[in-house]
């Protein structure tokens, strides 16, 4: 079975800094991978998918995320965080139905 | 362009009582289906529908019901609410391609008194 571990529960990150989320995945096949983001009292919009190809994917909002295979990684980054940025961000597998990871909550001080 | 829809947004329950949670989708999307998200648990699967017509259990379908009522609809049903049923629901669409991208709704508010 998929299953997908975010290890960081909560990261606070000073605005105009560098963010990096980690992503872990078990899977036994090529994974389907995804990064959604969730402002607070909102639903989940997607930030970027990966299935093949290019292992750096880019996505909006500035944020792009790197798969690796050989770590079993699909870590999601931004260059330089905005304020707006403050969320949850999920990891996802998907084998016909999403398997999440529990989420990082983001925090952006001034 | 109202991608998924899901009512109500807030709801207040007594222990014991039932409800419908609704969900529609205008994308003509074959799949749908209902996540529960809990603090630090992630979002996790109650019930999905691959098509018209079937529904299958997820990792917490205990305590629910589904209705795929066509295409377009598919509801969420709590028989007896318990507290532990406090939550936030998300009802979600996508063709059933792995690679397509799942569509979420706003959520639905939940507490169980």
């Known amino acids: 079975a998929q299953s997908v571990t975010q290890p960081d529960i909560h990261i606070t990150v000073s605005e105009g800094a560098s963010l990096e989320l980690r992503c872990n995945y078990s899977?036994?096949?090529?994974?389907?991978l995804f990064w959604y983001v969730q402002s607070p009292g909102q639903g989940l919009q997607l930030l970027l998918k990966?299935?093949?190809?290019?292992?750096l994917v880019q996505g909006i909002k500035g944020f792009e995320a790197e798969f690796k295979r050989s770590q079993s990684s699909f870590n999601l980054r931004k260059p330089s965080v905005h304020w707006s940025d403050a969320a949850e961000y999920f990891c996802?597998?998907?084998?016909?139905?999403?398997?999440f990871g529990a989420g990082t909550t983001v925090t952006v001080r001034a | 362009n109202a991608g998924v829809t899901q009512t109500p947004k807030f709801q207040v329950l007594k222990t014991g009582q039932s409800m419908t949670l609704q969900c529609a989708q205008d994308?003509?999307?074959?799949?749908m289906y209902w996540y529960q998200q809990d603090p630090g648990m992630g979002l996790r699967l109650i019930y999905y529908s691959a098509s018209e017509g079937t529904t299958d259990k997820g990792e917490v379908p205990n305590g629910y019901n589904v209705s795929r009522l066509n295409k377009r609809e598919f509801s969420l049903r709590l028989e007896s609410a318990a507290p532990s049923q406090t939550s936030v629901y998300f009802c979600?669409?996508?063709?059933?391609?792995?690679?397509?991208?799942?569509?979420f709704g706003e959520g639905s508010w939940l507490t169980v008194v």
């Open positions: 996802a597998v998907n084998d016909y139905k999403l398997s």
């Open positions: 899977y036994g096949a090529t994974p389907y």
């Open positions: 990966y299935f093949s190809g290019d292992t």
């Open positions: 994308m003509n999307h074959n799949s």
């Open positions: 979600a669409s996508s063709n059933p391609d792995r690679g397509n991208t799942i569509y």
